[in-house]
């Protein structure tokens, strides 16, 4: 079953409305969670690491007022966009990962949700 | 800074031909690497990773992957392909050595297989 899930996987949204999409960590808990965007025909671009209890770390280029996140809980981190446009219309995919001494980092990505702006 | 390097856009091949796709990082530390495929409107699946130990990687599908740490590379290889491996092939890696380690994806190459 999945590790990590996403929800939702579709949301279409009107142009400057807000939009949140949601992140859980099912098998463990995650203190850090990574938002990723994806345009079609694009590699994952990633965007923010989501940190639990603190401010999200965003990558350059991505504005940390319309890409709100929110990691409050060890399983839970919520990725708003805010005043959404169409040209914020890609596929966003969470991850989470596990690390051991033995095998290094394990990741487990959210099934991904495609956003819509209209 | 960390950084994956894909430098094949677009490979077309005919079946049965080999493949090989070249992966470049960028960091001197930890460092975990990864190759990920994607089907037409699918999800990234895992072909295979490196964290430590042989440097020579088997993953699914009958794919391999060679670490050479002198020239930051993990370059993906299949010595036959067939038109089902059409897809999209990402290089990842992980550095650090943690949880908190950021992940992140080359652009990408389309391979395209010729029936």
């Known amino acids: 079953g999945a590790v990590v899930s996403q929800h939702p996987s579709w949301v279409i949204c009107k142009s400057g409305t807000s939009v949140k999409i949601e992140c859980r960590s099912l098998d463990f808990q995650a203190t850090t969670m990574f938002w990723y965007r994806q345009f079609p025909k694009q590699s994952l671009m990633l965007m923010a690491t989501s940190n639990e209890g603190s401010k999200a770390t965003y990558e350059q280029g991505v504005e940390k007022d319309k890409f709100l996140i929110n990691h409050a809980s060890l399983t839970l981190s919520t990725l708003t966009v805010t005043s959404a446009h169409p040209e914020d219309s890609s596929f966003y995919i969470c991850?989470?990962?596990?690390?051991?001494?033995?095998?290094?980092?394990?990741?487990?990505f959210g099934e991904g949700s495609w956003l819509t702006v209209v | 800074a960390q950084s994956v390097s894909q430098h094949n856009h677009h490979v077309i091949l005919s079946e049965a031909a080999s493949l090989e796709l070249g992966c470049n990082y960028s960091y001197g530390g930890t460092v975990n690497l990864f190759w990920y495929v994607q089907y037409p409107g699918q999800h990234l699946q895992l072909l295979l990773k490196?964290?430590?130990?042989?440097?020579l990687v088997k993953g699914i599908k009958g794919f391999e992957a060679e670490f050479i740490k002198s020239k930051f590379s993990f370059n993906l290889r299949k010595p036959s392909v067939q038109w089902s491996d059409t897809a999209e092939y990402f290089c990842a890696s992980a550095s650090g050595g943690s949880s908190a380690s950021k992940i992140i994806f080359g652009s990408g190459t389309r391979l395209s297989i010729r029936p």
């Open positions: 490196y964290f430590s130990g042989d440097p």
């Open positions: 991850s989470a990962s596990w690390y051991s001494t033995a095998s290094g980092n394990t990741i487990y």
